[in-house]
C-alpha cells in the first residue's frame, strides 16, 4: 500500500508527534488536492491497491473529503465528517487512540480532549462503518477493558493484536 500524508497540521500536539509550538509548512509548498490525486492515481496505475491518507491529522485538511477510502485518524474531526466519510466510500477508520485515561489523553494530546474522541468513534458507528480500528497500547488496556470503557461492541471496535509502541520526540 502507499501511504500519503495530506497535511503535518494536527489538531493535537501528542509529546511524541509534536512540539507545543509547532512551525509548519507554508500551505503554498503542499501539494494540492488535485496533484495529490494525480500522484495516487499514477502508483494505483502502477499496481498499487491501497491507500492511507494520513497527515499531522487528514480532516483538518480543507476540501479533503473526496481523496478518501480509509482514514487514519485521531478521532477529534468524527462528529462533524463520520457521515460524509462513509458517503465518500470510506471502508474503515483507524482511530488512533493513545490511551483510555481522559488525564493521560490530555497530558499526551496536550489539548486533546478524550470525550470528544469517544464521541467521534460513536459518530463513526452510527455512520455504519463496520470496523473501527483501535491500536493497543502497552500497559494500557486490553480488548475487553477498552470495550468496557468505551461502551462499545466489541464486534464493531477491533483493538491491534500488534502493540504499538509509543515513542516520546525529544
Excluded at 491501497?50 to 482514514?71: A, Q, Y
Aim: charged fraction near 25%.
Amino acid at each position: 500500500y502507499l501511504r500519503v500524508s495530506v497535511t503535518d497540521r494536527c489538531d493535537f500536539r501528542c509529546v511524541y508527534c509534536m512540539s507545543e509550538h509547532m512551525t509548519f509548512l507554508p500551505k503554498k509548498d503542499l501539494l494540492t488536492l488535485e496533484e495529490l490525486d494525480r500522484l495516487c492515481s499514477a502508483f494505483v496505475d502502477r499496481g498499487v491497491r491501497k491507500l492511507r491518507i494520513t497527515g499531522g491529522e487528514p480532516l483538518v485538511r480543507k476540501n479533503i473529503m473526496w481523496l478518501f477510502e480509509t482514514l487514519t485518524t485521531n478521532g477529534s474531526q468524527l462528529p462533524k465528517y463520520a457521515q460524509a466519510l462513509a458517503d465518500c466510500g470510506v471502508q474503515r477508520i483507524n482511530v488512533s487512540l493513545d490511551t483510555l485515561d481522559p488525564a493521560t489523553f490530555r497530558a499526551i494530546t496536550r489539548w486533546g480532549d478524550f470525550g470528544g474522541v469517544l464521541k467521534g468513534i460513536e459518530a463513526a458507528e452510527k455512520a455504519g462503518f463496520c470496523s473501527i480500528w483501535v491500536p493497543q497500547i502497552p500497559g494500557e488496556f486490553d480488548a475487553l477493558t477498552a470495550a468496557a470503557l468505551m461502551g462499545r461492541a466489541t464486534r464493531k471496535i477491533e483493538i491491534a493484536t500488534a502493540v504499538v509502541p509509543v515513542q516520546t520526540r525529544h
